[in-house]
């Protein structure tokens, strides 16, 4: 089955941290980008990190030194740490592979208490 899951989120105070994790099947998930969105309530979806297939990065500066992507290929799975975690950061978290279909995963909702 070809998709995307998401998880690791929950509820966490101000200056915590969580992991994600996004676990794919399906496809070849070693020759793709993969990103991190978010999307909270009553705003639009935001872009929040990718890393390439080289394992390049690149983050949001809302997070940028906060969080850290990574991937393991061997088991298809991308991860976000989120560190020193804010208020601002409750969303719901997405992946996303745009190359393979531009599919989404159904997310998972991080909540941050101050």
């Known amino acids: 089955q070809v998709q995307l899951v998401e998880s690791g989120g929950g509820l966490v105070q101000a200056g915590g941290s969580l992991r994600l994790a996004c676990a794919a099947s399906?496809?070849?998930?070693?020759?793709?980008?993969m990103d991190w969105y978010r999307q909270a309530p009553g705003k639009q979806r935001e872009w929040v990190a990718t890393?390439?297939?080289?394992?390049?990065?690149g983050y949001a500066d809302s997070v940028k030194g906060r969080f850290t992507i990574s991937r393991d290929n061997a088991k298809n799975t991308m991860y976000l740490q989120m560190n020193r975690l804010k208020p601002e950061d409750t969303a719901v978290y997405y992946c996303?592979?745009?190359?393979?279909?531009?599919?989404w995963g159904q997310g998972t909702q991080v909540t941050v208490s101050s």
């Open positions: 996303h592979v745009f190359e393979y279909r531009d599919m």
């Open positions: 399906g496809f070849t998930f070693s020759i793709y980008a």
């Open positions: 890393i390439g297939r080289d394992d390049s990065t």
